[in-house]
């Protein structure tokens, strides 16, 4: 088992919907989540980050983490085709020695 | 404020040469990554530098060495090129362990 699972879609919303991204991971230990976004050719860059149980919500993206059920996911309300792009969840692993791994990312399309 | 600079850009190496591929951060951060990204694999940590003066390997580190000169600048050697490390190399940088990265603008390494 992989220690961090996406689905590496592509995932197709019309715009102005709510797109769902979805994170499982192994280690029950995990204590920060992260998200980042990376346009095609181009370095990630941080969304958002979590630490706690529940929801954490920044403008039009909410993170929602859940370490009983181990997942961790990205909501993006109000699509927009500037949010077509690669979505990389990443944990600490402590099974890692406290590494950050990432997932393989979610390719989202935005079709206007 | 730059960030993180990696350079080259762009290099093509025949199998069994060398190069270095640099990286150099000025946000003062102590921990600093090198990380290779290839098609449906996301990005795969090689090495990493928790602070000045330590190293240690990550998931993918054969092939690969490491050299954390000083805060600032963490270097990536491959002594002996293949085929199979063909991939775009990212540096990144962060504050401690389990804060969000930084990462530079990538390497696109070819190995023919």
């Known amino acids: 088992q992989k220690e961090v699972e996406q689905n590496s879609g592509p995932l197709s919303v019309p715009e102005g919907a709510i797109a769902s991204l979805n994170c499982t991971y192994s280690d029950r230990g995990s204590q920060s989540f992260f998200w980042y976004r990376q346009y095609s050719g181009k370095s990630p860059e941080l969304i958002m980050f979590i630490y706690s149980n529940g929801d954490k919500e920044d403008g039009r993206f909410t993170a929602q983490l859940n370490k009983a059920s181990q997942y961790v996911s990205l909501l993006i309300r109000d699509s927009q085709p500037s949010d077509s792009a690669t979505y990389l969840c990443a944990v600490i692993s402590y099974n890692q020695g406290g590494k950050l791994i990432f997932g393989q990312g979610t390719e989202l399309s935005v079709k206007p | ?112």
């Not at chain 2, 591929?21 to 990493?48: E, F, K, T, V």
């Not at chain 2, 000045?52 to 090129?81: H, M």
């Open chain 2, 1 to 112: 404020n730059a960030g993180v600079t990696q350079t080259p850009k762009f290099q093509v190496l025949k199998t069994g040469q060398s190069m270095t591929l640099q990286c150099a951060q000025d946000m003062n951060h102590n921990s600093m990554y090198w990380y290779r990204q290839d098609p449906g694999m996301g990005l795969r940590l090689i090495y990493y530098s928790a602070s000045e003066g330590t190293t240690d390997k990550g998931e993918v580190p054969n092939g690969y060495n490491v050299s954390r000169l000083n805060k600032r600048e963490f270097s990536l050697r491959l002594e002996s090129a293949a085929p199979s490390q063909t991939s775009v190399y990212f540096c990144a940088s962060s504050d401690t362990a389990v804060a969000p990265l930084h990462f530079g603008n990538g390497t696109r390494l070819t190995v023919t």
